[in-house]
């Protein structure tokens, strides 16, 4: 069992930066995938970033590519997701997720979620 509690978020202008954190609870955090997905008011949750267990492997959106930055610290049991350059078609809740071994792009292929955490970016 894993539990994702998530940090960060908030109301920010255009072309600012955010960061959201992911803390891991168990001691098999290395062992899981990590990805952040978002949902926009009134659209379908859609993938954002992911990350490999062992961090040598990102995958991004071509909507957040060069802007955002996925991360983890496995000594930390936390993933990341670097925001920069914000732009109001980002306002979302942003939701991390773990996936057993290896990544995915599809969110009901990840077996557990944080709790969502509002991102809102003013023009």
């Known amino acids: 069992q894993v539990q994702l509690v998530q940090s960060g978020g908030g109301l920010v202008q255009a072309g600012d930066s955010l960061r959201l954190s992911c803390a891991a609870s168990g001691r098999t955090f290395s062992s899981y995938a990590m990805g952040w997905f978002r949902q926009p008011p009134g659209k379908e949750r859609e993938f954002v970033a992911a990350?490999?267990?062992?961090?040598?492997?990102?995958y991004y959106a071509d909507s957040v590519k060069g802007r955002f930055t996925i991360s983890r610290n496995n000594a930390k049991n936390t993933v990341y997701l670097q925001m920069d350059s914000l732009k109001p078609e980002d306002t979302a809740v942003y939701y991390c997720?773990?996936?057993?071994?290896?990544?995915?792009?599809?969110?009901?292929?990840?077996?557990?979620w944080g709790q969502g955490t509002q991102v809102t970016v003013s023009s």
């Open positions: 990350i490999s267990w062992s961090g040598d492997s990102t």
């Open positions: 997720a773990a996936r057993y071994y290896s990544s995915t792009f599809y969110a009901e292929q990840y077996d557990y």
